[in-house]
Nanobody, 125 residues
Framework: QVPLVESGGGSVQPGGSLRLSCAAS????????MGWVRQAPGKEREGVAG???????QYTESVKGRFTISKDAGKNTLYLQMNSLKFEDTAIYYC???????????????????WGQGTQVTVSS
């Protein structure tokens, strides 16, 4: 597989927005389950959002209503639209992929087998 490559990270003030992208050639076209996982300093990796076959999505509670995961099959790209960003959203965000075991989405980091290099998101005033 071609490596997963994230982009779109950066610094933003609280309440701002960012959109992360993940070039996922070979994954989306082969019906992999995709997701975003983040890791804040001193903390374990946390599943943020997952998207499964048929577009089923799942989010961790703290981002529901603020983040939206989506994919564009034509562009082989995974997205994470992040709105109303908070200080606690600061982390390295990783794009992740795994063969789908069913119709649902994967949220747990342990469920993913392939990872991007990560992109830093910093929310500060």
């Amino acid at each position: 597989q071609v490596p997963l490559v994230e982009s779109g990270g950066g610094s933003v003030q609280p309440g701002g927005s960012l959109r992360l992208s993940c070039a996922a050639s070979g994954y989306i076209s082969n019906n992999y389950c995709m997701g975003w996982v983040r890791q804040a300093p001193g903390k374990e990796r946390e599943g943020v959002a997952g998207i499964g076959l048929g577009g089923y999505t799942q989010y961790t509670e703290s981002v529901k209503g603020r983040f939206t995961i989506s994919k564009d099959a034509g562009k082989n790209t995974l997205y994470l639209q992040m709105n109303s960003l908070k200080f606690e959203d600061t982390a390295i965000y990783y794009c992740a992929a795994a063969a789908c075991g069913g119709s649902g989405a994967i949220l747990s980091p342990q469920g993913y087998t392939d990872w991007g290099q990560g992109t830093q998101v910093t929310v500060s005033s």
